[in-house]
């Protein structure tokens, strides 16, 4: 992913807080390699500070925008009022979407790290940052 897209998602993070920012990714996959090619924040319907929900609707409208672009869903953003480790909550939904990429940004030090469940084990993703 770029570093602009980096910048973007901290300054949704910033603008939210202390609500969790939240938004999709979608972009191409080959073999073990995602390329991120669009980020789209969402308001987190929950107004939480601990959680995120994404509207249903605008969720499937911008998948549907996604794939005419050729692109495909690859997986969501949040930001952590803490550290960027996974919380209960998010592992119990990541298993409901196995293999998407989970990343998260620290709302305290605008850390960022990416996770993926696969076969039912959590595993940090490497996130490699282009410039631009």
């Given amino acids: 992913m770029s570093a602009g897209q980096i910048r973007f998602m901290i300054e949704k993070t ?5 609500v969790e920012a939240c938004g999709a990714l979608f972009g191409e996959l080959s073999g073990s390699e ?3 090619r669009k980020i789209v ?3 987190n ?3 939480s500070t ?3 929900q994404i ?3 605008d969720f499937l409208k911008t998948l549907f925008e996604a794939e005419i672009e050729g692109l495909q869903h690859l997986g969501f953003f949040h930001s952590h009022s803490a550290g960027t480790r996974p919380s209960a909550t998010d592992i119990k ?3 409901l979407w196995p293999e998407t990429i989970w990343l998260i940004i620290s709302s305290i030090n605008y850390e960022v790290a990416a996770y993926r469940m696969i076969n039912g084990d959590l595993h940090e993703v490497r996130i490699d940052v282009e410039a631009g």
């Fill in 41 to 43: 924040a969402f308001r």
């Fill in 14 to 18: 910033r603008e939210s807080y202390p």
């Fill in 34 to 36: 995602a390329r991120i």
């Fill in 93 to 95: 939904y990541m298993k």
């Fill in 55 to 57: 509207d249903p609707e």
């Fill in 50 to 52: 601990v959680r995120f």
């Fill in 45 to 47: 319907t929950l107004e």
